[in-house]
């Protein structure tokens, strides 16, 4: 048996909208009624009046700094752990990102040590929702208001996930979303924008389609991108919009069978959901302790000859070279974050995993923990 960690969850749906798309010839990101209905929808799942489809996640965090007119010589505090695309997008503008580090149980950024790292350049906030726990937003907003600083939310992770009632994505001035093909829903590859403030949605989308002019289309406006989403990609993203509630439903029903089948083992930490929380656990994270600290590779080994698929944790800001050489930050600067990077790892939590793979695996997991725990081979 092999229990991949992930894999999309596609279907006829999927295959007819797309098929229709192409049928009618509308596959670009002018093109058909699929863009505004994957855009309209998700701004209704998410609680808030604009959506704006783009590329990808990564394009998405860009394109948010570029309508916020973030430049050149500003800083942006972002979580240090996550996928580095988050701060490739604060260095595209040519600001300077600012590392702050971990909360010890959620993985997402201490919102305590924001205010250590303001300045006079500081101008954006950029939280991340990591592995689908929101953050903590209330002192984050707090803060934010104090300083007149911007608040983007990187919800990559975290599609459906709830702040005390509220959808990640409509807590910030601009949300941001990715659609990869391990996400909890999916398009292939594809992004979102998700805000309140109707001058920045209009900006963002003159933005992300070369900035085009208004009057005359070939009199642009700004230096823009070409972020547009196809007709194509959208069309599986209207599909996958009628699943979302149902691929969440199963993302906790694993992560809950997880939690109880592991709960004993104290050299497991598992995910936790804060009670301001509504965890959609995108991916069931664990992190090694006590003996088994520093044997993560080991673990992931022995898993692997036994059909389980794992995932090593995101390499945080501070711990990667091409940052450290560039003198924008310090391999010891968060701590907690090295931490989960060090001993952390993904387990396999698929939408369509089967109760028999879920068993399976944490038999497994138990077996290896216990063998590895008495130097067994």
């Known amino acids: 048996m092999f229990v991949p960690v992930s894999k999309p969850l596609l279907g006829k749906e999927e295959t007819a909208l797309v098929l229709d798309a192409m049928n009618r010839g509308e596959i670009s990101g002018f093109s058909g009624s699929y863009i505004k209905q994957f855009e309209d929808k998700f701004a209704t799942?998410?609680?808030?009046?604009?959506?704006?489809?783009?590329t990808n996640g990564t394009v998405a965090i860009h394109l948010a700094l570029a309508t916020l007119g973030i430049k050149a010589g500003d800083e942006v505090l972002v979580g240090t752990f996550t996928n580095m695309a988050t701060f490739f997008a604060v260095l595209y503008q040519g600001a300077k990102p600012i590392p702050i580090d971990?909360?010890?149980?959620?993985?997402?950024?201490?919102?305590?040590?924001?205010?250590?790292?303001?300045?006079?350049?500081?101008?954006?906030?950029?939280?991340?929702?990591?592995?689908?726990h929101p953050v903590d937003m209330d002192p984050v907003l707090k803060i934010a208001r104090k300083h007149k600083l911007y608040v983007i939310e990187d919800a990559a992770e975290a599609h459906g996930a709830l702040y005390k009632g509220?959808?990640?994505?409509?807590?910030?001035?601009?949300?941001?979303?990715?659609?990869?093909?391990?996400?909890?829903?999916?398009?292939?590859?594809?992004?979102?924008l998700t805000t309140n403030n109707k001058k920045w949605?209009?900006?963002?989308?003159?933005?992300?389609?070369?900035?085009?002019?208004?009057?005359?289309?070939y009199m642009h406006q700004a230096v823009g991108f070409n972020y547009r989403m196809t007709n194509i990609t959208a069309a599986i993203g209207v599909a996958q919009m009628?699943?979302?509630?149902?691929?969440?439903?199963?993302?906790?029903k694993v992560a809950d069978y997880y939690i109880k089948a592991f709960k004993t083992i104290p050299q497991l930490q598992l995910p936790v959901a804060?009670?301001?929380?509504?965890?959609?656990?995108?991916?069931?994270s664990v992190v090694l302790r006590g003996t088994l600290s520093g044997r993560r590779q080991e673990f992931m080994s022995e898993l692997k000859k036994r059909g389980v698929d794992t995932r090593d944790h995101f390499v945080p800001f501070n711990q990667q070279e091409i940052f450290i050489k560039k003198g924008l930050t310090r391999m010891n600067e968060c701590p907690i974050a090295n931490d989960f990077s060090k001993d952390g790892l993904f387990l396999p939590s698929g939408p369509d995993i089967s109760p028999i793979e879920l068993k399976y695996v944490s038999k497994q997991v138990t077996e290896v923990v216990d063998m590895l725990l008495t130097n067994k081979k």
């Open 242 to 252: 009628s699943k979302v509630k149902n691929i969440i439903k199963k993302k906790r």
């Open 274 to 284: 804060k009670p301001y929380a509504f965890n959609v656990y995108w991916m069931f």
């Open 201 to 217: 949605s209009d900006r963002a989308r003159m933005l992300k389609s070369i900035a085009f002019g208004t009057e005359n289309k």
């Open 102 to 132: 971990s909360d010890p149980f959620t993985f997402n950024l201490d919102p305590a040590l924001l205010e250590a790292k303001i300045t006079k350049k500081t101008k954006a906030i950029i939280v991340i929702h990591i592995y689908g």
């Open 45 to 54: 799942f998410c609680g808030v009046t604009d959506a704006v489809a783009v």
């Open 166 to 192: 509220k959808p990640v994505g409509s807590l910030g001035d601009i949300g941001c979303f990715s659609f990869y093909a391990n996400k909890i829903i999916t398009t292939g590859e594809g992004g979102m």
